[in-house]
């Protein structure tokens, strides 16, 4: 009986060990964890083993390495939610393999999503002048770049591609008034956003175009979320005019500015964006 008890408490510790979210922990045990494809190569195994009840341990696996990946998505969206962008910036700096973890979650998330805000603004590019320059502010697997003829910078967290430029999108080092779009496609994640606009129209010419798109429930002022109207009215005071807004989509919402104007105000009293939270499944 004693030793039962044991078994119990020692379970009861482990469960509480497995809670625990800690990005070191969470990548090691997913790193640990046989891989799909190692399952797939080894036929003769998977023969024995499901003869043996070893398929069930294998769906086991398959369902426990998907949990924990979905957990640590969950995790690191919410960091970048919550932080300023330098701090991002820092956080996949100290360890790069996150960024492949989050953007595999974010990619699981957007394939739910009927459409794809970046084809839209990917439309709207191709129906412009080629020779427009593109600041992609947050540009993820670079899509935007990939799929128009524009001159295209693409910026993000981490770069694991030739045309990525690594950096705090509050700092892009590109020359003031040397860009004639800025895109922000579901990127104004920081709790400092406004630098990252402040950014785009210091780099956007004249006349230059700002298209954003994000996520619809962040804008929802019944759940919590900004008054579009105010954002609006910020960004023009920024030094915008506000040109369209298309609220049509149910997953999204795109506004249209252009920089027509100098920045009315140095204070700007920006409305807190709310943050695109995952519940647990």
Known sequence: MESGNKRKRGKRGRD???????????????KQMPSQADHNNNKSSSKRSKRSGGGRDSSFLD????????????????KLYTCSGNEAFK?????????????????????????????????????HDTSLIVADFGCGDARLAKNVKNKVFSFDLVSHDPSVIACDMSNTRLGSSSVNVAVFCLSLMGTDFPKFLQEAQRVLNPGGWLL?????SRFDPNTGGADPDRFVKAV???GFT?????????????FY??????RLKEDIEWPKLKPCLYKRR
């Open 257 to 262: 500015f252009r920089k027509e104007k100098p």
């Open 242 to 254: 506000s040109v369209s807004k298309d609220f049509s989509n149910k997953m999204f919402l795109l």
């Open 91 to 127: 956080y996949f700096e100290d360890d790069p393999s996150l960024f492949n973890t989050y953007h595999t979650g974010y990619q699981e998330q957007m394939s739910h999503w009927p459409e794809q805000p970046v084809n839209i603004i990917i439309k709207w590019l191709k129906g």
């Open 16 to 30: 509480k060990n497995n809670t625990n979210n800690d990005k070191s922990s969470l990548s090691a045990v997913i």
């Open 236 to 238: 023009c005071e920024l």
């Open 63 to 78: 369902k426990m390495r998907a949990k924990l990946s979905g957990g640590h998505f969950r995790m690191i969206n919410e």
């Open 212 to 216: 954003i798109a994000e996520v619809k």
